[in-house]
């Protein structure tokens, strides 16, 4: 019996050397094999490291029912961190540069950003943060915004580098009407989901 037992206890302080490492939340896909994928249908921000999903986040991105307002389709690489700054009234944290946006006429229309939730700041200092629009509606000016815990984590990977694809809205642009968060999400979901100016971000 107690050679069973010592047998059991070589095998069991073995076996953690061959073992998986445990995929918790606090586990960071490997930049080098990552990439992100934005479907605008979904609203949804799926983070892949190889052919694994590692994480989803519910996002809002620009609204398409005017050119000024869209999130463009582009494919690239994320870019240098923001960090806090300010647009159209409101302030954003965790900001992470993609790609300066110019319009058909070559006049700039803005730089676009992945950030957290824009906010305006409460009677005692507290961040009242606008959130209803995040996974249900594109309502932003053109930049991708995220949960303000999701951003942090986001951040905490540090995404510097890692391939990114935003794809655009499968059904156009001009089929979703302006609500009071932003445009009803009428497209159907994707069959797979795969600089700065005088006024930083949208």
Known sequence: ?????????????????HAEPAQGDDQFPIKEKSRIVVSQDEQKMYIYEGARLVRTFPIS???????????????????EFWGTFQSFGTTQDLGYWLFTDYLDDDSWNGD???HGAPYLPGPNGQKQYSLDQIGRAPASHGCIQM????AEWFHQWDPVGVQITINPFSHGTQTYPKLGVGAQLTGAPPATPVSSGAVPGR
């Not at 949960?147 to 999701?150: H, I, K, R, V």
């Open 147 to 150: 949960l303000p815990q999701d």
């Open 1 to 17: 019996m107690r050679r069973f037992a010592l047998v059991v206890v070589l095998v069991m302080s073995v076996l953690p050397l």
């Open 112 to 114: 676009i950003l992945i």
């Open 61 to 79: 991105t620009g609204w398409p029912g005017k050119r000024q307002t869209t999130t463009p389709p582009w494919a690239g690489k994320v870019g």
